[in-house]
C-alpha cells in the first residue's frame, strides 16, 4: 500500500503537490489543481507523467518543483 508522506499547498491555495511512497521503497509525487464545477467542489490531478525518485528529499524538491511550475507562484520550500 502506499503512503502519503507530504503535501505541499500553493500560497493561493488553487494548487497541491503530493508526496507518496511506493511499495517498493521509490517516492512519486503528485500535483492537483482546485476545481469547480457545476456546484461541484474538488481537487483534480493534473497529469505529468510519472517521474520516480528514491529518497524522500528528493521527492520534496521535485514535488515543490512541479508546485511552482503548475501553479506559477512563488513557493518556498
Known amino acids: ?16 503537490a503530493q508526496v ?8 512519486t509525487t503528485e500535483v492537483f489543481m482546485w476545481q469547480e464545477d457545476s456546484g461541484y467542489k ?16 528528493r521527492a520534496i524538491e521535485s514535488a515543490l518543483d512541479k508546485l511552482r511550475q503548475c501553479s506559477g507562484e512563488i513557493i518556498n520550500g
Open 1 to 16: 500500500m502506499e503512503q502519503f508522506i507530504n503535501e505541499f499547498i500553493s500560497p493561493s491555495k488553487q494548487y497541491k
Open 20 to 27: 507518496i511512497k511506493r511499495t517498493d521503497g521509490l517516492y
Open 42 to 57: 474538488f481537487w483534480s490531478q493534473i497529469k505529468e507523467g510519472m517521474s520516480l525518485v528514491d529518497t524522500e528529499e
